[in-house]
């Protein structure tokens, strides 16, 4: 089993940047690894994932260019740097943790089996 505890989340103004990291509690090499993230009164949305190995990176498309997924197996972390943040990235931002078979990603939420309990990211404008 998994355990996953996310932090680094926090207040910043629109087009700053924060930087959340996921630690897992034991080895994750074997696992692909996702962020989502879950305003208030809608539902959780993918974000990223990432393939065990560090390939396989998928982003939602109207993330592309302004998040990026990162993991160290050695350490067994996954980082999502987010930058030129928006009012609208305002959530709760989950990490989460599959076994990774080596075939494609999956966006959605269900296919995840570990979540932490989330970190929040306000970026007021």
């Known amino acids: 089993q998994v355990q996953l505890v996310e932090s680094g989340g926090g207040l910043v103004q629109a087009g700053g940047s924060l930087r959340l990291s996921c630690a897992a509690s034991?080895?994750?090499?074997?696992?692909?690894m996702g962020w989502f993230r879950q305003a208030p009164g809608k539902e959780r949305e993918f974000v990223s994932c990432i393939g065990g190995r560090g390939g396989r990176i998928y982003y939602a498309d109207s993330l592309k260019g302004r998040f990026t997924i990162s993991r160290d197996n050695a350490k067994n972390t996954v980082d999502l740097q987010m930058n030129s943040l928006k009012p609208e990235d305002t959530a709760v931002y989950y990490c989460a943790a599959r076994k990774d078979y080596g075939l494609g990603y999956s966006a959605s939420s269900s296919s995840y089996d570990y979540w932490g309990q989330g970190t929040q990211v306000t970026v007021s404008s």
């Open positions: 034991g080895r994750i090499s074997s696992y692909a």
